[in-house]
């Protein structure tokens, strides 16, 4: 059976752009390493929360087929890798899985085949790293098969935002498989921006998030401030987003998560210092948001201490472990370095998060509060970590122990703001 589409990593990226391939009709695979991903998947079961299992199921009704063989890549017209780039633990980036994929796709590289790579990383990896990986087949990038970057802008939990209407940005080695990548994703989304080459279009996807990186870091350090010298950042911030034009609200928190925000900016800063480059702007960044779960840890033990609570025998649950309001997805979440703080002043912690019924830090669970109703009765200090929407509903004023509001959302006479 002829393939237009074969996906390579089934997760957070990979997945959606299957599923809106299959919703334009073109005929589509899926290859993952993770067995227990791709047995889901044939089941007719989704590990992702934005895909619903019912999606699944229509995929599979369209001819969609997920495999741990990477034979299935053979024959495909497109072949779009959408691996994850994450970090190392020592929080350097990690382009191991990268490179692994590509490797597979080179063992089935086929003449005419255009080769998409969406998983993001710094300036320069498609054309020095990508492109000689392929080329090991025999085959020329630009002239036996066309090779492209298109950074993926998938926003979990956005509803507004989808893969379709969120504009595409799209390059290629070469003007020719910069088309061949254009009319491609013209099948799947409303616009399609093309770069001037990889270089801008990987540049382009570290920037929008470097921009975030640097604005929220920004914010917390202006809520540091403003906690020390006694202002209120919330209503400074109330008053600044009333300006029209050259402001961008952005809010502080307990930190940064996720797979992009805390990520990207260490893949440019790490590549720019190899180059003899240093981003002073996210380097001082970096050290702000880094910072931002001490900093919380220290507003609990205050907090403990002003209620005569000894913070080494202290009850503290943390509410929403997620990185993102209503998502299951934890990584890179600040949680972990929170959980971390607090244990260190010898807190006892709980959890609770609607989309998370597992936390564990560091290999040790952490006991999970079966509503924010009974942490808020069991506890001598809630932290809320995260603006579910499921909490808007609380009624903070019920609370029997002080509430640290990392968000700036509830309401309530027990109610601390960070």
């Known amino acids: 059976m002829f393939t237009e589409l074969a996906v390579v990593g089934l997760g957070y990226v990979g997945l959606p752009l299957a599923r809106r391939a299959c919703e334009a009709g073109l005929t589509t695979v899926g290859h993952d390493i993770d067995a227990a991903v791709v047995a889901g998947l044939e089941g007719g079961r989704s590990h992702i929360g934005d895909v619903h299992d019912a999606d699944v199921g229509a995929m599979r ?4 087929r997920a495999s741990t063989d990477p034979g299935v890549l053979a024959g495909a017209h497109t072949v779009v890798v959408c691996v994850p780039t994450g970090l190392t633990p020592a929080g350097e980036p990690d382009l191991e899985p990268l490179l692994a994929a590509v490797r597979t796709v080179a063992r089935h590289l086929e003449p005419g085949t255009l ?23 025999g085959l020329r990038a630009g002239e036996d098969f066309h090779l492209a970057y298109s950074p993926e802008r998938i926003d979990p939990g956005n509803r507004h935002h989808t893969l379709r209407t969120t504009p595409k940005v799209v390059s290629g080695s070469t003007e020719l498989c910069a088309k061949h990548a254009a009319a491609f994703y013209e099948r799947l989304v409303d616009e399609v921006v093309v770069a001037a080459g990889t270089r801008e279009a990987e540049m382009a996807k570290i920037l929008e998030n470097a921009y975030r990186y640097v604005n929220i870091a920004l914010v917390n350090e202006a809520a540091v401030y403003c906690d020390r010298v006694g202002i209120d950042i919330w209503d400074v911030l109330r008053c600044a987003d009333t300006k029209p034009f050259g402001f961008s609200a952005f809010r502080p928190g307990p930190g940064v998560g996720g797979h992009c925000i805390p990520v990207d ?24 948001l880094d910072a931002m779960p001490e900093h919380v840890a220290g507003r609990a033990r205050d907090l403990l201490a002003a209620t005569g609570k000894d913070p080494a025998r202290a009850r503290v649950t943390l509410l929403g472990v997620a990185y993102k309001a209503d998502v299951a997805d934890t990584r890179e979440s600040p949680a972990y370095p929170v959980a971390r703080a607090l244990r260190a002043l010898g807190a006892r912690l709980a959890h609770h998060d609607p989309h998370v019924e597992r936390f564990e830090v560091d290999g040790d669970p952490v006991p999970r509060q079966p509503s924010p109703e009974r942490a808020l009765a069991d506890s001598d200090l809630v932290v809320l970590l995260q603006d579910h929407s499921a909490y808007r509903e609380v009624d903070w004023d019920r609370a029997a122990c002080p509430v640290l509001d990392t968000r700036g959302t509830a309401e309530g006479r027990r109610v601390v703001r960070l």
């Not at 009704?61 to 969609?64: L, S």
């Not at 260490?266 to 001082?284: I, N, P, S, V």
């Open 115 to 137: 080769v998409c790579v969406e998983s993001t990383s710094h300036p320069g990896t498609t054309e020095e790293i990508v492109r000689p990986l392929l080329e090991a087949s």
């Open 265 to 288: 900016p260490r893949y440019l800063m790490t590549r720019a210092a190899e180059q003899g480059f240093t981003f002073h702007t996210l380097g001082a960044a970096r050290a702000v």
């Open 61 to 64: 009704a369209a001819g969609f």
